[in-house]
């Protein structure tokens, strides 16, 4: 897998000395950004593979910088912040995010962080999802024309939500999705009761996913926040 090209946008010195030391160390090229409006024009003069992003930034708010990317790139952003609330989280990720990192973070996570996205990137760039008829997850596959999953090669019994709910997740692998997200795109609201229905249907779409005790983990749950499909190898 080739190295992607990030863009580091943090205006605190020993964060950042951190991220590109750990950067360089890992062979992936970087640029920097010590604000937001330099990010912004970073981020359209070269068009860099990942952003990696800290909200706290001294002329603007981070969650600006992302929504004015989201206006003419889907490129990966992934939030570096010192704000560890699950609304601050939440906000982030309904802007445009693809993914949280809470300060103080670990070498290793940050890596492992990369790497998921980078896989994801290299699936949106093949155009696997949205230019085919079928998504292949590990054992599981969905045959968006003909409305269908399997599993192990077994179809898959799901209600009419359930499987719209697995589209969603397919269509955004590796991507965390919001409880308001999933569903406004499924319910085309986010009421307090549809997000209660939205755990209810996860639990029994999990269940026929993850059937055997030995089964991959396929939908990762972030406890209120919402939830994101694994890459299985």
Known sequence: MNKAQILV?????PVRNLITTTLKAHEYKFMIAPNGESAIMEASSHNPDIVLL???LPDMDGVEVIKRIRTWSNMPIIVISARSEDSDKIEALDAGADDY?????SVEELLARLRVTQRRLAVMQAGTMNNTAFFTNGNLKVDFA???A????EELHLTP??????CLMARNVGKVLTHTYITQQVWGSSWENDIASLRVFMATLRKKLEAEQD???YIQTHIGI????MKVE
Do not use: H, N
């Open 9 to 13: 946008v943090e205006d605190d010195a």
């Open 54 to 56: 800290d909200l706290g």
């Open 101 to 105: 990192l809470t300060k103080p973070f």
């Open 146 to 148: 003909a409305g269908c």
């Open 150 to 153: 399997y599993l192990k090669g």
């Open 161 to 166: 939500i359930e499987y719209k709910i697995l």
């Open 215 to 217: 089964s991959p983990q």
């Open 226 to 229: 919402g939830y994101r499909m």
